[in-house]
């Protein structure tokens, strides 16, 4: 019991149904509450940028895409597998959908951006998160919820041309974000403001959901 706890997870499937147990899903949403190892399956997540520790720079700048462009590959995949796997209908079908595709197109112009310095495409295995609506909501509330973090927090370390680039995929990740804790019933909005995430943060999170495969 010491390692599973009970999880409120909105099933769209199931509007009157109590809370699911989730286990995997709610290893991932403590990942990314907390921080956690630097290793995900042997795969030690590389050259990722400090935080705030220097002036803003294009060798920083690449730095911070490629951890912007491994965060949007990780969706891409997450979503195109669950349209798949997950047996979704209704809105969150819908949802899904448009969100795949967003995420390809983020991660297209991201790569676009770096050129010859973006990462090689990672490898990932979602588990079970992609197996049912219940999970896929409680795995894709978390994820929504870690890239705006994620870019929140790399916005100060960014020069003034990466920082506009970012900023055009950043409030289109809070759209997601918002979409999908709506379809959850879970508030869109439950904060004033957004907290964000140091770049260790957000490796350890990525690495504690044991999704990273190779990278």
Aim: aromatic share 6%; net charge neutral; with cysteine.
């Amino acid at each position: 019991m010491a390692n599973d706890l009970r999880i409120d997870v909105f099933d769209p499937a199931a509007r009157c149904e109590p809370a699911l147990y989730e286990s995997r899903a709610n290893v991932l949403k403590r990942a990314f509450a907390a921080g956690g190892a630097i290793f995900a399956g042997g795969v030690l997540v590389a050259g990722l940028p400090r935080s705030a520790a220097s002036a803003p720079s294009p060798a920083q700048d690449a730095e911070i895409l490629n951890l912007a462009l491994l965060l949007e590959h990780m969706e891409a995949d997450f979503f195109t597998e669950a349209s798949v796997s997950a047996k979704l209908t209704g809105e969150l079908l819908e949802f899904t959908d448009i969100v795949r595709g967003h995420e390809r197109a983020h991660v297209a112009f991201l790569r676009d951006a770096l050129g010859r310095k973006a990462r090689k495409r990672p490898t990932f295995d979602f588990g079970d998160a992609t197996q049912s609506p219940a999970s896929f909501t409680a795995a894709a509330v978390a994820l929504q919820d870690l890239m705006v973090a994620a870019y929140n927090g790399q916005a100060a370390n960014l020069t003034k041309g990466a920082l506009e680039s970012a900023a055009k995929i950043v409030s289109v990740e809070a759209r997601h974000a918002g979409w999908i804790r709506a379809i959850a019933e879970r508030n869109p909005a439950p904060e004033p403001t957004d907290t964000p995430r140091t770049a260790a943060q957000v490796t350890a999170a990525v690495n504690k959901t044991t999704f990273l495969k190779s990278d």
